[in-house]
């Protein structure tokens, strides 16, 4: 799940140390050395150095690693979800539950990479049938993997967890907001695999010039989540080495909400989609499109559905403040530009951005030329809109340069509506439920990037496909790919070809 657009740097670092504060109450959570470029090739190259350990365990030797990684993650989630509360912001029971889904990502791609990545034999074909074809799908090598705040353990680890699997080494750099966090996940795998050597999984500490140190390294393929703006920056990085990376990038997520829908179950869905983790999840919602015949009714239960949900550093708050201060002034902002455009706030309104915590905001008759709608605001805000159709719903989610998520309500066409939506996951009456489903591929299309993480193509997306076609024996006067060929030879095949192939019409 992805960022807000990169930060700049907290005035409280130096040159070589980065400072990592409690976003609600700005007290000191740590300080950290930071990587330069020289740090970054020493990492690399110790990742480098540990690969041919980790790739000769094979799949069982790094599934029993991977597991005893979770299990060591989870013996101590009570430590581990209070450092994500402190770091991150985010209340102890939402940084439980980032834990748990965590874990059943290391488990599913511990326990399927045999299967999924194991060398696979195809059919050779009629013309080849001498032939024995195998595809084996190999490590890239080393992995970069750069992380982003809002889901400092769930996001990296889709990534991270999955190149493992596949039999990569990986370098992390997890967010300049979240170092502590990503530095106690790695700790936890060496941890838990005392007998393996150092640099199976490095961390490094540092804020954009770490991150393109690594992008510029000698790196065999990069994971990043973030905004869209730095992923064609990085784009543009590994394209000077040819890299090849995945891109996991903003979203403005729509929510259709047709006229059969239960709408009780739809505004309790939208409400927790748009608001949770103060809104900073890139699958969650911030356009909704309803049918005419039960809009107002369900303004009426979305309403009613957020009294009493409000922020703060508290654990018994519905959610925390905004993780990064300058993304408060982007949902001031759009929030500003809807109601000068004509739209008007249902619940709250500019009065509900205090700074670091952003009360929740329900925007209607918002054009759908304003920046609320437009843009990815990353904060606890959402815009309603009637529709007179389902056609009209689906072109209006549709009308964006982004593609992640989707959300559908409905009882009846729920699947179909699904279906015809641009994006790289959809939902249909529940919210954000293919995040929670380890064997779904995640990722979007468009302005949301490309590449996939978790499930079948989340293993596949870290080990290249290797073709190797052995002959097996001869079949004599059929050498077609030799200079010794007979014309006769080409002639029985001119026939044989145009008999399997001239027929259809």
Same mark, same amino acid.
């Given at each position: ?18 400072? $990592? ?33 980790? =790739? ?22 009570? !430590?581990?979800?209070?450092? #994500? ?7 102890? %029971? ?9 874990? !059943? ?13 194991? /060398? ?5 074909? @009629? ?17 970069? +993997? ?28 997890? $967010? ?10 790695? %700790? ?8 393996? /050597? ?23 393929? &990069?994971?990043?989540?973030? @905004? ?19 891109? %996991? ?30 809104? *900073? ?21 979305? =309403? ?22 300058? *993304? ?23 009065? $509900? ?8 905001? #329900? ?23 009637? #529709? ?19 959300? #559908?309500? $409905? ?29 779904? /591929?995640?990722?979007? +299309? ?21 073709? &190797?076609?052995? *002959? ?20 029985? &095949? ?12």
């Amino acid at each position: 799940m992805t960022e807000a657009p990169a930060a700049t740097r907290p005035a409280e670092a130096t040159p070589t140390t980065l400072t $990592s504060l409690n976003p609600a109450t700005g007290e000191l959570v740590a300080e950290f050395p930071i990587d330069d470029a020289a740090a970054v090739a020493v990492a690399v190259e110790r990742a480098r150095g540990a690969l041919a350990t980790w =790739r000769d365990l094979g799949f069982d030797g790094r599934r029993k690693a991977l597991l005893r990684w979770a299990s060591q993650l989870i013996n101590n989630s009570d !430590e581990l979800s209070a450092l #994500v509360h402190k770091e991150n912001g985010k209340p102890l %029971e939402d940084a439980f539950l980032e834990l748990m889904l965590t874990l !059943e990502h290391i488990d599913w791609a511990a326990k399927n990479a045999k299967k999924v990545l194991s /060398p696979q034999k195809v059919k050779p074909g @009629s013309f080849m049938a001498n032939h024995e074809a195998v595809i084996e799908r190999r490590a890239y090598g080393v992995v970069g +993997v750069i992380g982003p705040w809002n889901y400092p353990l769930y996001t990296p680890n889709g990534s991270i967890a999955y190149a493992l699997a596949a039999g990569n080494t990986v370098v992390f750099k997890p $967010s300049e907001y979240t170092v502590a966090i990503g530095r106690y996940y790695a %700790e936890a795998f060496k941890k838990a695999n005392p007998q393996l /050597p150092a640099g199976i999984l490095e961390v490094l500490v540092g804020y954009g010039e770490t991150g393109a140190a690594l992008v510029k390294s000698n790196i065999d393929k &990069i994971a990043f989540t973030g @905004s869209t703006p730095t992923g064609k920056q990085i784009m543009a990085a590994a394209a000077e080495r040819m890299t090849p990376i995945v891109l %996991e990038c903003g979203g403005k997520d729509a929510a259709i909400v047709a006229a059969d829908a239960n709408i009780e179950a739809a505004a309790e869905a939208i409400a927790w989609s748009a608001m949770a983790n103060s809104g *900073q999840t890139c699958v969650g919602t911030e356009r909704v499109y309803v049918e005419e015949p039960v809009y107002d009714k369900f303004l009426t239960a979305l =309403r009613a559905k957020l009294v009493g949900v409000a922020p703060g550093g508290h654990d018994s708050a519905s959610y925390g403040p905004m993780t990064m201060p300058s *993304q408060v002034d982007v949902v001031k902002r759009h929030i500003d530009d809807a109601l000068a455009r004509g739209g008007r706030a249902l619940v709250g309104g500019p009065e $509900s951005v205090r700074a670091p915590f952003v009360d929740p905001v #329900v925007l209607v008759d918002t054009p759908e030329d304003s920046l609320a709608v437009t843009e990815e605001t990353f904060g606890p805000t959402v815009t309603v809109r009637a #529709v007179k159709s389902i056609d009209e719903a689906v072109e209006l989610a549709n009308a964006t340069e982004f593609g992640l998520a989707s959300t #559908v309500f $409905s009882k009846s066409h729920g699947m179909e509506i699904a279906r015809r939506l641009r994006a790289g996951a959809t939902s249909v009456n529940a919210a954000l439920s293919f995040a929670a489903i380890s064997a779904l /591929p995640f990722g979007g +299309v468009g302005a949301s990037g490309f590449g996939r993480i978790h499930g079948a193509d989340g293993l596949r997306e870290f080990a290249y496909p290797h073709a &190797i076609a052995r *002959q097996r024996f001869t079949i004599p006067g059929m050498a077609l790919l030799s200079f010794s060929r007979s014309s006769s030879t080409v002639g029985v &095949i001119k026939k044989v070809i145009t008999f399997r192939h001239g027929r259809h019409s």
